[in-house]
């Protein structure tokens, strides 16, 4: 199996960065693609950035321009850099893989909270 922990949430000002960091390890060959989600109170967990093993990347729309998303393979870690944050951008920010054991099962690592004061 695969686990994932995250780290890099906190407190910080609209217009300020951050930058979220999720480690995966266990059986990593199985992993197909990884993402962020995010959760943020009285909503629905959304997707917020994505990379497969092919380098392909997609962005929620609200966050185009301002997040980027890449992975250091050799590390088995993904980060979510956040620029331009807004108090919008609260949430719970949750790190995710596909992983493909005999069909596709998914894995969420334990959440980190990434709170933007105005």
């Known amino acids: 199996q695969v686990q994932l922990v995250e780290s890099g949430g906190g407190l910080v000002q609209a217009g300020g960065s951050l930058r979220l960091s999720c480690t995966a390890s266990?059986?990593?060959?199985?992993?197909?693609?990884m993402g962020w989600y995010r959760q943020a109170p009285g909503e629905q967990r959304e997707l917020v950035a994505g990379?497969?093993?092919?380098?392909?990347?997609n962005y929620e729309d609200s966050v185009k321009g301002r997040f980027t998303i890449s992975r250091d393979n050799a590390k088995n870690t993904v980060y979510l850099q956040m620029n331009s944050l807004k108090p919008e951008d609260t949430a719970v920010y949750y790190c995710?893989?596909?992983?493909?054991?005999?069909?596709?099962?998914?894995?969420w690592g334990q959440g980190t909270l990434v709170t933007v004061s105005s």
């Open positions: 995710h893989a596909w992983i493909v054991v005999d069909r596709y099962l998914e894995v």
């Open positions: 266990g059986s990593t060959s199985s992993i197909n693609a």
């Open positions: 990379t497969n093993n092919s380098g392909h990347t």
